[in-house]
């Protein structure tokens, strides 16, 4: 259950019966003074029965169960009437090579079903950073992530040396916990003691202990602030909805970061694709899930950039981007036609804004088929040549692609999947029918390895027949579905988007009308009676809280009953649905093209970023979507997909020229930025209003100039962790992650940082013309002016921001390395480059430069070069020179924070001009020549 509290009850003045089921009122009112929570021990061990406490659930369900309901103070939480003994109990502990295996006992029956028994828990301490608790049945196979769908860590022969962490266990006899300790400092991590491990058919459930004002962050995807708070329920369970607040959406993330005040981090990750929902109470977080294992693992940082390092070691780095797909993206739902989409490339280009990838949505296709175009509106002579006076200019093209195929007799597509037997099966072994925007559809099968190929086929003929695209935009893959699991001809439900919080159907708690296979409800006789005692992919005992009303596992997707390659159920793979979709569309595109991918997907899971990009999907054009992009694209940061953006200037409904302005400054800063609107809408292309397109002239100028500096924290991210090298994960980060021992940082999502070095602070509120920024310990030097901001540390400021600016800070200590902006990134990596250094108080900085062509599988030739300033000395030293040939020259630096009035600089001991400004501390080395390739050091006295 949720938690375990301990109460201390006067048993001469209150009479509890063991086997208490009914709600009993009067001993609810004698009990609830004495179950207020109450702060435990960390490593208490229970030894005997313990009263349970239910917390992320309502009245109704509270009393369902027999259970008191108390909301007289504080968070309402619901607890038991009578004591119940733990579990799982212990029964044998033996030594492995990497740990300790305990077997576990139970005969109890839980609510939702009864226990398996025995289980077997396995420790294994994997590296010195990296502990793995696997629980898992020894005499049945249960469902588990496949090991070519989400990598599995290699477990080494021995065991690490220096482990960061100590894991606690029970013995033999003693009810089942464990805990994650951390040596360094003795602090507990992680810790199951005093709650209860369940673990039937259908529902798993486990508990640690939380600290007092915990932070933690992550467990998406989700619509919410970044720091997740008490009282949360979070439902991981792949949705199509628009973008509502705290309800579940299109990927899911298992994985939390924990944060101390001491500023040591730690995370938590469990390999489990299944349905779940996970609560948090003021102590405590719950782990809820519907079917497979409870397999942890546990990463002990102790940065927080070391901690997403260590996750992604296991998940799979992320994918190295084209450089082209750095730059500005415009797209909208309801271009008409082709002539329609030229327009607005030759409008970007009229106004003089910077635009590298055009892209068109559904409207392309013939009947919404995909691997088609529209003979009438987008016709093939003319798309031809667009996309080849694109590519003349250095631009590129993308389309959307939906999996659901068309089940027309005649469809190239649709024969060939039938031919090859790679569509999903309903329970009977004949296609499984859904209904997307063709109509009637069939979905590919991406866990099948025939599929792949099919896959890659039919996008080659695409690009060979019709459009030679250069990417991908994978839409629709959670999979969506416009009925509530199999449609039985084309008028089953009507064509109305996908659903809202308002009107999926709904599945009660306990679920006695729960969906079936067929989408509508089961009868008792069906599907209750047996609900405890058989599986029941349609029907199990415990709903999640899909779409926030614990709507039905088949609303708006395939039924769970379906069944994939191997017999393997929907009910157990559906989360997997669009990262399987990304593996196939990222390897077909490399293996086509033969260069590097761009893949961006709605539907996500862990891994995903080793192969896609991600957007947030359909928010809104409002300024409360303006803020939540930020804890949105701040989060995919910890999931290991940093190239992520969502739709600027908002999808769904009319946006305006202020709060467009808005967006555009801080969307050219998002890892991808794309402008994007929905169907119906006015349009929202920058150059609508002039001001926007001044707007977007001047910050676009600067996320171009940076683009050297955002590609090389992309590769930082993509490289394996390496002894010499200072963890790196994230593009864009949380302040805390830099400042993780000032707690003012732990709540902060309307900034963040652009690696380690550019504090963003954009204006979020409709009118306003200042930012309240604050600003951590350190010197801050504005990116305009080069004035000193803030030295102070660990203070706010209210800056004035008019519309036509957005704040920028650089941090003192950085080397930023700038390119000539261009109106595409392939004129833009023409141009020279040159040099932002930022001094600290001490007169310190670094930075890096990592450089390739920007699109190569192999990334080689490279050239990465460090830059360290200290005692009045920038030097660079160059690593990897095999691509300096091919790079402009620096022709400039720029150094702030310069102590004193220099009388001379020096080129490796050469006296070169020279130019400084005593009012910004400012020296300006203007005359340059320097040969990427070589080692300088640049002196001024």
């Known amino acids: 259950m949720d938690g375990l509290i301990d109460p201390k009850i006067d048993q001469e003045s209150v009479s509890i019966e063991a086997k208490t089921v009914s709600n009993d009122a009067s001993l ?109 049945d020894p005499n049945n196979a249960r469902w588990e992530v496949p090991a070519n769908v989400s990598p599995i860590p290699i477990p080494p022969s021995v065991t690490p040396t220096s482990p960061q962490f100590t894991y606690q266990y029970a013995q033999v006899g003693q009810p089942f916990f464990f805990t994650v300790i951390r040596n360094s400092t003795s602090e507990v ?65 298992p994985f939390y970061l924990d944060l101390r ?55 799979g780095r992320p994918h190295m981007p084209p450089y082209w797909s750095l730059g500005w993206h415009q797209c909208r739902y309801g271009y008409p036609n082709i002539q329609a989409v030229e327009e607005v490339v030759s409008n970007y280009s009229t106004n003089k804004i910077p635009l590298d990838t055009m892209w068109t949505d559904i409207d392309y296709m013939d009947a919404y088929k995909d691997f088609t175009l529209d003979p009438v509106n987008y016709p093939a002579s003319q798309v031809q040549s667009f996309v080849s006076d694109l590519h003349s200019k250095g631009m590129r093209y993308v389309v959307i692609v939906d999996p659901g195929i068309a089940t027309e007799t005649g469809y190239e597509p649709y024969d060939d999947g039938v031919q090859q037997g790679i569509f999903i099966k309903d329970q009977n072994g004949n296609i499984f029918v859904g209904k997307v925007w063709p109509g009637l559809c069939a979905f590919p099968d991406f866990l099948n390895p025939a599929t792949t190929p099919y896959w890659q086929t039919q996008i080659a003929k695409f690009r060979s027949n019709l459009v030679d695209v250069d990417g991908l935009w ?132 862990p891994g995903s970023g080793a192969y896609t990009a991600h957007w947030t999907g359909d928010n809104s054009a409002s300024y409360e979507d303006l803020y939540y992009s930020i804890p949105g694209i701040l989060n995919f940061q910890l999931f290991g997909i940093p190239h992520v ?69 992309f590769y930082k991210a993509h490289r394996p962790i390496s002894p010499g090298n200072a963890p790196a994960a994230t593009v864009v980060r949380p302040l805390f992650f830099e400042f993780p021992t000032d707690p003012k940082t732990y709540d902060i999502d309307q900034q963040f940082l652009v690696g380690s070095g550019l504090l963003i602070s954009p204006v979020l509120q409709q009118g306003a013309t200042s930012v309240s920024a604050y600003f951590p310990a350190g010197k801050w030097y504005d990116w305009y002016s080069h004035e000193v901001v803030s030295s102070a540390g660990g203070e706010t400021k209210e800056l004035p921001t008019p519309i036509d600016h957005i704040q920028i800070q650089v941090r003192g200590g950085t080397v930023i390395p700038l390119q000539s902006p261009a109106l595409t990134t392939a004129a833009s990596r023409s141009n020279s480059f040159s040099l932002l250094v930022a001094l600290d108080t001490a007169g310190n900085a670094t930075g890096d430069l990592y450089l390739d062509d920007g699109e190569s599988l192999s990334m080689t030739p490279y050239t990465f070069i460090e830059y360290q300033a200290t005692n009045s000395n920038l030097t660079a030293t160059v690593t990897d020179t095999g691509y300096a040939a091919n790079c402009p020259p620096l022709t400039s630096v720029t150094i702030i924070g310069v102590d004193g009035t220099p009388s001379q600089a020096e080129l490796n001991g050469a006296a070169i001009d020279f130019k400084f400004n005593s009012a910004t501390s400012e020296l300006v080395l203007p005359s340059l020549d320097v040969k990427m390739s070589s080692q300088f050091v640049i002196t001024w006295e």
């Open 261 to 315: 005040p001491s500023g040591d981090a730690h995370g938590v990750f469990l390999r489990n694709c299944n349905g779940m929902d996970v609560t948090t109470d003021t102590n405590l977080l719950t782990y809820k899930i519907i079917g497979g294992i409870l397999d942890f693992y546990f990463m002990l940082g102790p940065e927080p950039e070391a901690v997403v390092q260590q996750y992604h070691e296991i998940i």
């Open 474 to 605: 994978i839409d629709m893959n959670e999979a969506s579905n416009f009925c509530n699991g199999a449609c039985s001809d084309a008028t089953d439900d009507e064509d109305t988007p996908p659903c809202s919080p308002a009107d999926p159907p709904v599945a009660d708690d306990p679920p006695e009308n729960h969906a079936g296979a067929n989408g509508l409800p089961l009868g008792p006789s069906e599907g209750t009676d047996t609900r405890c005692t058989q599986f029941s992919p349609n029907n199990p005992p415990y709903a999640i809280n899909n779409s926030g009303g614990r709507a039905a596992l088949n609303a708006k997707t395939l039924d769970m009953t379906a069944v994939h390659y191997q017999g393997v159920l929907e009910y157990n793979c559906k989360n997997l649905y669009g990262h399987t979709e990304a593996i196939a569309t990222h390897t077909a595109l490399e293996n086509i093209i033969g260069k590097r991918s761009f893949v961006l997907s709605r539907s996500t899971w």
């Open 189 to 253: 991590l992680f810790s199951t003691a005093g709650t209860s491990l369940q673990f039937a058919d259908q529902y798993l459930e486990l508990s640690t202990t939380l600290p007092t004002n915990y932070n933690i962050y992550g467990l998406g995807e989700h619509v919410r602030p970044l720091r997740i708070s008490p009282g949360s329920s979070l439902t991981l369970w792949n949705l199509d909805i628009p973008d509502p607040v705290n309800i579940n959406l299109y990927g899911s993330h």
């Open 28 to 136: 609810c009112n004698k009990l609830r003074h004495h179950l207020k929570p109450k702060k435990r021990p960390l490593i208490d061990i229970p030894v005997g029965a313990k009263r349970k406490r239910y917390v992320g659930i309502d009245e109704y369900e509270c009393e369902s169960k027999g259970c008191c309901w108390e909301a007289t103070s504080g968070q309402p939480y619901c607890f038991e009437q009578s004591d119940s003994g733990s579990s799982f109990v212990v029964s044998s502990v033996a030594s492995t090579t990497l740990g300790v295996k305990l077997t576990l006992t139970s005969n109890e029956s839980t609510e939702y079903g009864q226990n398996i028994s025995p289980l077997v828990v396995e420790f294994s301490s994997e590296t010195n950073d990296r502990l793995h608790v696997k629980v898992y």
């Open 645 to 713: 953006g969502a739709d600027i200037c908002g999808f769904n409904g009319g946006t305006t020229e202020e709060l467009c302005s808005r967006w555009t400054q801080l969307g050219a800063f998002y890892p991808f930025a794309r402008n994007h609107n929905a169907k119906g809408q006015a349009p929202q292309e920058p150059y609508v209003w002039s001001s926007v397109a001044a707007i977007a002239r001047d910050v676009l100028a600067i996320r171009y100039n940076i683009l050297p500096y955002y590609y090389t924290l």
